[in-house]
């Protein structure tokens, strides 16, 4: 079977000047492409310390609504401990997202590159959701063991 001979030939359809818009979408294209691996990584800072700084707030609030005289069960006490565990398990999950993974790319070959930036963004993204269900879980437990049990 012969070979297509429209394969590897590109026909130029219109050829002119970029305008302003064009130059601006063009610019802004590249901030995006640019900007996409630290927005993940900005975010996984600042939940660290969101995530870290959810424990000593979610045990002050615990000891500001429970009686002094107040003798919980053991339950009660694990109950307790489980959203300052998962508030740390979070800021775990945080931490490993912010840092950077292990890649190769070849600075001269552009797949490569795109595949290391999609792969930084893949595992930076799956962390972030890891971090904030366990975040959540934690502030959904924490809610139930202040204001319920």
């Known amino acids: 079977m012969p070979a297509d001979p429209n394969i590897g030939h590109v026909e130029v359809v219109a050829v002119g000047m970029l305008t302003e818009s064009d130059k601006a979408l063009l610019e802004a294209g590249k901030k995006l492409l640019v900007d996409s691996i ?3 990584r900005e975010y996984c800072k600042y939940m660290i310390g969101v995530a870290s700084g959810a424990i000593p707030v979610y045990v002050a609030v615990l000891k ?3 009686a002094d005289k107040y003798v919980p069960s053991a339950g009660t006490y694990v109950l307790w401990a489980v959203p ?5 398990l979070s800021s775990l999950a945080f931490s490993i997202g912010y840092f950077p993974g ?3 790319i070849a600075i001269d070959n552009m797949a ?3 595949e290391a930036r999609t792969a930084i963004i893949d595992r930076r993204r799956c962390w972030s959701i890891t ?6 879980a934690g502030v959904l437990i924490g809610l139930y063991a202040i204001f319920v049990h």
């Open 102 to 104: 292990r890649t190769h």
């Open 84 to 88: 300052a565990i998962l508030f740390l």
């Open 131 to 136: 971090g904030v269900v366990l975040f959540s």
């Open 38 to 40: 630290d927005v993940g």
């Open 64 to 66: 500001l609504g429970v």
């Open 112 to 114: 490569s590159i795109t």
